[in-house]
């Protein structure tokens, strides 16, 4: 439904934003416009001023405004530990978990060689450089478990090769709280294999 | 968490959205950062203009930036049947289900003494004035059947006593594809008091 030139734009872009599709972004537009114009301004300059500013941390690839980000800039981080994530989020779902201390690497995806996306995009030309440089003893891989994710883990490991950083991958298996009944049968061949003596 | 003083800000801002809490924003707002920088700046834009530029329909109080909103500027729109809504998004939904074709008096809310909502705030007392010089024949009064929108109806209609228009409530009962044993009491009451002699 055409409600006014400015309302169907709003409402078109809104749909920018991931899982929002005619209903909730019309649901959306309406309600700001109504109960909260003042939040409706407010996310409009956070919008600019991030899409202007944000950038890659030249250290470790991930989304910040700094030269550094907060992690890479922190001197209580080990710098002995280095764990590749696909991207940013999976950095905030790592943090918020807890118990790891060290130092991340960002890819910004994985290898794709069908949609033009090879080491040189994902930042892998400069990985073996970054761990040699940077002192890094252990390399965390934690792309994801499809093919591209372990194809990316696999070339990565290949091409540590000769710093001396020993590479280790996330396990992969049954999540806390998983019952086997429902789980598909790729993650239980990988609980399988992945098996461990009971002490 | 916290990312960089940027990204929070957005992370935040995007929660002035209804229904996105810390979690959605986050995924929002990295997704937007990395893979749709145009979308985020497109947003940006359409919010600053809609929140700057829409405004209330003179003649039925939708929102629109024009003067007039494109029902109530619609010369074969029936000027003699008035819904009376409590927002935009109840014409919205009116609109898409199709079959209603005369025009819209928009409420912008519903009696509530204890928010300090009262007749004035929602047009109330420009509206028997709009249905006499409208030549308005019906009213038809399509708030919704909560505690404070059926005051609002019942408010509406002595309002409109002496104007020479019918007041008619929109029907409440069981919704299409409903099952009775699935619906609260008060729809089954509603939906008893409103039976109707099968033709």
């Known amino acids: 439904m055409r409600i006014s030139p400015l309302i169907d734009r709003l409402i078109e872009s809104l749909q920018a934003l991931p899982g929002v599709g005619p209903k909730t972004a019309t649901r959306t537009a309406l309600h700001l416009l109504q109960y909260n114009r003042p939040g409706a301004v407010a996310l409009a300059s956070a919008l600019t ?12 690839r991930t989304l910040t ?11 209580r981080r080990d710098g002995h530990l280095l764990c ?3 991207s940013p989020s999976d ?5 918020l978990a807890g118990g790891f201390s ?9 290898l794709s060689p069908i949609d033009g996306i090879g080491p040189d995009e994902l930042g892998l030309i400069d990985l073996p450089t970054r761990v040699r440089d940077g002192g890094v003893r252990e390399v965390i891989l934690a792309t994801n478990p499809t093919v591209e994710g372990e194809a990316t883990a696999h070339f990565i490991k290949e091409s ?9 991958r996330i396990a992969h298996g ?5 019952e086997l009944e429902y789980i598909d049968g790729g993650t239980i061949v990988h ?8 002490e």
């Open 49 to 60: 001023e991030a899409a202007e500013n944000v950038q890659r941390c030249r250290t470790c």
């Open 65 to 75: 405004e700094s030269e550094q980000c907060a992690i890479c800039a922190n001197p």
């Open 84 to 86: 590749v994530v696909e």
């Open 91 to 95: 950095i905030v779902a790592i943090e």
């Open 102 to 110: 060290g130092r991340y690497y960002v890819l910004h995806g994985r």
């Open 160 to 168: 540590l090769r000769d710093t001396g950083a020993t590479v280790t």
């Open 174 to 178: 049954v999540p806390l709280g998983g």
């Open 191 to 198: 609980a399988l294999r992945g098996r461990r003596t009971v």
